[in-house]
């Protein structure tokens, strides 16, 4: 029997219906609201590539079930900016952080719940802010120095 829950994605109220409470958020993310910038990779909370916000914290949606999360605030890579204007968004662009690109939404939604709470964070705080998160292709410096070029944006306010 399926069960209806009511989900607040990217600040809209969502009514879905799932065979099962259990279902990862990932997937119902991606295949009941086509929001396909959270990625699946791992599937077992060791990657980061499928990180969102839930109330603002970062939360690992392969391994979130999704009825733990009705009612409550989620935002994905694609409710972070509606035209890429994020301040991390653009660093990350300026800063030519990706180069497979497969990580980085989950590793730009690290960053923002980081720089949401820390304007100015230092390099040890962006690496334990970062640390769940895999890079297979190695770009580790450049996305420090792209949250170091978000921060200062923020802090600027731009």
Request: contains cysteine.
């Amino acid at each position: 029997m399926a069960t209806s829950l009511t989900l607040n994605v990217n600040g809209k109220s969502r009514l879905i219906s799932v065979d099962d409470p259990d279902t990862p958020l990932l997937w119902v993310l991606r295949e009941n609201l086509g929001l396909t910038g959270t990625k699946y990779s791992c599937g077992i909370a060791q990657c980061g590539a499928c990180m969102v916000h839930v109330n603002g914290e970062p939360a690992l949606s392969c391994i979130t079930q999704v009825s733990q999360v009705a009612g409550k605030k989620i935002t994905t890579i694609e409710g972070l900016s509606r035209d890429g204007g994020h301040p991390l968004q653009k660093a990350w662009i300026a800063e030519e952080v990706s180069q497979c690109g497969y990580c980085q939404p989950g590793q730009i939604m690290s960053a923002a719940a980081l720089l949401a709470k820390n304007k100015n964070p230092s390099d040890a705080e962006i690496e334990q802010a970062m640390a769940r998160h895999i890079c297979t292709c190695g770009t580790y410096n450049r996305i420090r120095k792209a949250i170091h070029a978000a921060a200062a944006m923020t802090r600027k306010g731009a």
